[in-house]
């Protein structure tokens, strides 16, 4: 099956600074999902992105589908933006493969 | 609109013991899954549907069934709950086809 890895596995940050987060995958796809878990838990849509560029305030992504990768910018970082991001993709029907996740630390 | 809601949030089990978690979603969605999250992983499938009357498994099937009888919920049993079943429990729901997909906010299952 479809193979997900998300790089880095752990990121620290203060507070303003800029950071990039890598999704690559195995093999061809028809849905890219980026999802943030807040430290409660709960799971948020970010970007429903299986090509081209997307903006949303501080955030934005990228995913090139021929080279297989997404890529998801944080500008500003904000303690609010901790917790753990992950990528999960769909190569057929519509069931995700999750990446193991980068656990983003912003500290004030 | 509640989107995708999961009851308990939290529940405790001793082992053997059988449980139903609940998953509900009001936006008419056709396809849904059960993931479960062990600490510090992603998210695994367990079972998903297409559609009323229609399940399949997952990557991770074993000591789960699951029914869809309704458009709308779409319950996971517990058959004999194990200690390995520790975990937190996501739904979701989608439309058919390519699309963001909805997450419940999960249920954080024990087993002792």
């Known amino acids: 099956g479809i193979q997900v890895e998300q790089s880095p596995p752990d990121l620290i940050l203060q507070e303003g600074a800029n950071s990039t987060l890598r999704c690559n995958f195995s093999d061809s796809v028809n849905n890219l999902q980026w999802f943030h878990q807040n430290p409660w838990g709960q799971l948020i849509n970010l970007f429903y992105?299986?090509?081209g560029t997307k903006q949303n305030g501080r955030l934005s992504a990228t995913t090139v589908a021929t080279e297989r990768y997404s890529l998801l910018y944080i500008s500003s970082s904000q303690t609010t933006d901790s917790g753990v991001y992950f990528c999960a993709v769909v190569d057929y029907g519509q069931n995700f493969v999750f990446g193991p996740g980068t656990r983003l630390s912003v500290l004030p | 609109n509640a989107g995708v809601t999961q009851t308990p949030k939290f529940q405790v089990l001793k082992t053997g013991q059988s449980m139903t978690l609940q998953c509900a979603q009001d936006?008419?969605?056709?396809?849904m899954s059960w993931y479960r999250q062990d600490p510090g992983m992603g998210l695994r499938l367990i079972h998903y549907?297409?559609?009323?009357?229609?399940?399949d498994q997952g990557e991770v099937p074993n000591g789960y069934n699951v029914s869809r009888s309704t458009t709308e919920d779409f319950p996971l049993r517990l058959l004999s709950a194990a200690p390995s079943q520790t975990s937190v429990y996501f739904c979701?729901?989608?439309?058919?086809?390519?699309?963001?997909?909805?997450f419940g906010p999960g249920t954080r299952l024990t087993v002792l």
């Open positions: 992105i299986p090509s």
């Open positions: 979701a729901s989608s439309l058919p086809g390519p699309g963001t997909q909805y």
């Open positions: 549907s297409v559609g009323a009357g229609i399940t």
């Open positions: 936006m008419n969605h056709e396809y």
